[in-house]
């Protein structure tokens, strides 16, 4: 069993490694799911209020209180794979909350690139108005750092830098559901945190 967790900041390239795990069969899990689910259970569009909603469920069941609802998912998944991918980890309660319940079978994976790569393919995406403004990444960024991203990415037991071609990329996020390392290894683009140290 492994559950694998995605962390990286807006435009990293989160959403390119749940595609590779799906394609690959495994199930994916994704954070923003959790709140989307609560969104409708209390009859809000979460297209209007998810950042909102994100707030309001960590104000009334604590900081870890994504991490928590999303396990049953996470759980219900393990019964069919032996692999499961949990996209866009926010906090360090909520890396906590994973460590605690899945113990060294959680693997975390930070996807890392510079602020002018990810705001220059956020504008190829241009899936919402904030991909098309700089300011607004930057803000989207600052509240995601508040919620301690930074924390987690620094205790990633993997590091991919994100910054060559997109096939590259998706070759790396092969490699390392495979577990694969040695296909990758003595590269500059992804490091394996060893014990204590920084990767
Ligand atoms: N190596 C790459 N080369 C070119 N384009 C890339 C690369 N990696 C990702 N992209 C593209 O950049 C955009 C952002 O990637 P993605 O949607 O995976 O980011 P994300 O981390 O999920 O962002 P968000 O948190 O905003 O949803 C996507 O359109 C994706 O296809």
């Known amino acids: 069993m492994k559950v694998i967790g995605t962390v990286g900041l807006p435009g990293s390239g989160k959403g390119e490694a749940a595609a590779v795990a799906r394609e690959a069969g495994v199930p994916v899990v994704t954070m923003g799911d959790v709140i989307r689910k609560a969104c409708r259970e209390r009859g809000f569009d979460p297209a209007e209020h998810h950042g909102e909603m994100a707030k309001t469920l960590r104000e009334e069941d604590g ?18 794979s032996d692999v499961v991918l949990v996209d866009g980890l926010r906090s360090d309660v909520e890396l906590d909350r994973f460590r605690e319940a899945f113990g060294d079978d959680f693997h975390l994976v930070s996807v890392e690139a510079p602020f002018e ?13 904030t991909d098309l403004d700089r300011e607004a990444l930057r803000e989207r960024e600052e509240r995601e750092l508040g919620f301690g991203m930074g924390e987690v990415m620094d205790r990633a037991d993997v590091v991919v830098r994100n910054t060559d071609s997109l096939e590259a990329f998706r070759e790396r996020v092969r490699a390392i559901l495979d577990e694969d390392l040695d296909r990758i290894g003595g590269d500059d683009y992804v490091q394996v945190r060893t014990a204590g140290g920084a990767p």
């Open 117 to 129: 790569t990810r705001a220059d393919r956020l504008l190829e995406r241009g899936r919402d108005d």
């Open 63 to 80: 900081p870890a209180a994504i991490a928590e609802r999303s396990l049953p998912m996470i759980e219900s998944e393990l019964e069919e």
